[in-house]
Structure formats: C-alpha cells, structure tokens
C-alpha cells in the first residue's frame, strides 16, 4: 500500500479517509488536524501560556509534543495517584519526555503527588469515603488541574481526549439519556465563572488508533498498560463497540460525535448558555473558594470524609 | 511467526506467510483498536508477515470510567 499523498510506502492505513500516509505525511495529516481543531473552535492562539494535562499515555504526551513543534507555550502537570505498580512507571514515562522534548523547547512539568498532598493514596482514599476509584481520580484530577491553570494564569488547560474519548463519552450520555450533560460535551469548555479554567481537547478529531500511531512513529515512549483500576469500565465497552462499527463502517464515529458537534452549533450558542447557565449556578465553595453548585465542593467534601474516617 | 500481545502480556505462534489483516481476523481483533509493529516499524494490514518476523500487536484503547460531573468528565488521557 503506497502513501496518498507522496506514493512512497505507506506506513498506516485511515479507512475512515480512505487514504494511507507515510511517516512525514501521516505526522502532518495529525498536525493538521490539530490546528484545524485550534483554529476552528478558536481554543487559544500563539500568545497564550497553556497547561497540558499529562498521564504518560499516548494521547497527552502526543498533545504536549504537538503543541511544542507548532511553537506553543505549553507546560504541563502529571498528578501521581500512587497506584501501586502503575503510576511509578507512569510518572518516569512523563519524566523522561519532560527532559527529553519539553526541556530544549523551554517547557516545564509540575507534578502533584496525591499521597504528599492528600496523606493518601487513590486507592486508600476512595476506600476511606467509600467512592469507586475512577470516580475518586476524575475529582482529584478536575481539581488539580483547574488549581493550578487558575493559580498560575495559565491562559487556557488543555487535555488529550480524543474522538474516541468523545464519541463513547457521548454514546453513554445518549443511551442513559443524560441530555443535562450534553452541552458540555463540546471541544471548548469556557472560563465561564471566576475560578474555573478554560479548557480545550485539540486532539478531538483523531481517533486513538491514529493518536497511538504518532506516538510509536515519533518515538514517543509512552505507557502502553492499562491502569489497573479501569479494568471493566463501561466507557471501554462504548469504545469497544463503536470500533466494531467503525471497522465494518469506516467514519462511524467521527460521523456519530462531528455531527453531534453540527447539531448543537445549530441549535444554540452553546459558549454562550453554557456561560450563563454555569453564572446563574456556580458560586465559590466555602473551603478552598473554588466554583460549586453546592456551600462545599465535592473535592473539599471528599477530602473531609477521608480525615474523619482515618 | 512469533505475535506479542497485550492485556495480559503473552506470545502466540501463527504460521506464516500471512498478511497483517489476517492475522487480527485469525486473533479475533479489531483492526480499529489495534497497532501491527513488525520489529520497530509500523506497518499497513495488507504488509505480508513471514514465518521469521517479530510481530507485536499493540491495543490502542485505554480509559477509565466516566464519571460524568458539572464540568465535564475525565480531564486527562
């Protein structure tokens, strides 16, 4: 199979595009399709500071490298939950990429470590306030995150989610018809109150299979093991389906998730209602100021149950 | 030929030659959801495996629960 575009040997196929790339033009087809995503959804421009939101997978360190090669300030955050056998060789993965990518483009990596800042690990804490561990992740994670772009004015804060991401998010949402959350499922969430972050995911119009690709073709060394505590997640059982529909319907999911994306453009303003309704809902938590519909956040709330328990 | 595999970490022996489709169709795999790497390189589904390549099939997917909240779900990848 040779490249659609050069003629030379090909190193992936795209059934979705129904084209195949080589090395150098399979990298630009990725890079394209990120600045379209920027550009189009006007998520930052060349001026702003950006923190990337890293794991160690494949798609936030594609993010930050991506974002570094087109000339971006862009440093990132990795928050270790201290899961056992896991988030050690996570956090190397990150730290080898921080010294050896980000560092001669003049970036920087923060790191947050649960068990320092919250005297417990990710599993000892969703034991102690009896929550699953995913649910426990996502709270510490949203919070950190939201900390420390605000705390240290970073323009906007960037995660890897991709189409996949995106597209099982959505098909969860529709099938439990949870339509409260719909509107903010789009690649843009604004800073809509004060406290709260802007937050974009330029890698939403590439699927995994294409973010993991880069990432090999580039030399970019990234986890590939799952984390333990995801094992049996229903958001892997979305995904799971949506490419058995994609392998016999190539463009099913960036059909499913883009038209999507089409349809609320056309039915409201969503940057605007979604400011409004965040305005007319959020207000600063009583504990640590930051937005919650509720007098305590659910971090707050999550961290004073864990020390009465212990 | 010798295919890694991942989740959980293991080796199979499929006889070659074969091209990289039909070894994901004899494994049961889905092409969306997978990556065919012979040695170091990353190859197309019609590339045709011999008996004495090194294979690895790497899985794709990752990602945990969803917990779907105010502002959004899982920020991180």
Known sequence: MNCTKCKTKAVIDLPRHNAAF???????YVHEQVAYAIKH??????????????SGGKDSLALWD??????????????????????AKSRAKVERFADTVAKPHGATLQIHTVQEEEGAGIKELSDLVHRPTCATCGTIKRYQFNKAAVEQD?????????????????????????????????????AS???????????????ER?????????????????????????????????????????????????????????AQPAATSMAEKDQALLHP??????????????YCKMMARAHLAR | ???????????????????????????????????????????????????DDLVEIRPVISGGSQRLTLHGSRFTS
């Open chain 1, 66 to 87: 991506i974002l570094l090669k087109r000339g971006y300030k862009a440093d990132a955050l990795y928050v270790d939950l201290g899961i056992p056998g896991y988030s």
């Open chain 1, 41 to 54: 959804q006007r998520m930052f421009g060349p001026d702003d500071r950006i923190l990337v939101a890293v």
């Open chain 1, 193 to 207: 109150v004060e406290g709260f972050a802007k937050k974009v995911k330029p890698l939403y119009r590439l699927s």
């Open chain 1, 285 to 298: 938590c009583k504990t640590c100021g930051q937005p919650t519909t509720g007098e305590i956040c659910s």
């Open chain 2, 1 to 51: 030929m010798k295919v890694l595999l991942s989740h959980p970490e293991r080796s199979v022996d499929i006889k070659g030659p074969k091209r990289a489709k039909e070894v994901l169709r004899e494994l049961n795999l889905v092409q969306e959801a997978h990556l065919v790497i012979r040695g170091d390189e990353l190859i197309t589904e019609d590339e045709l495996l011999k008996d």
């Open chain 1, 210 to 266: 294409e973010l993991a690709a880069y990432a090999v073709l580039n030399k970019i060394d990234y986890i590939v093991e799952e984390c333990p505590m995801a094992k049996g997640s229903k958001m892997l059982l979305y995904k799971e389906v949506l490419n058995r529909l994609e392998t016999e319907s190539p463009g099913t999911k960036h059909r499913f998730y883009w038209g999507f994306l089409e349809k609320q453009t056309q």
């Open chain 1, 22 to 28: 080589c090395t150098p033009c399979f990298t630009t």
């Open chain 1, 154 to 190: 970073y323009d906007v804060m960037a995660t890897g989610h991709n189409l996949d991401d995106e597209a099982s998010r959505l098909l969860g949402n529709i099938l439990h018809w949870q339509d409260e959350y719909l509107d903010k499922q789009s690649p843009i969430l604004p």
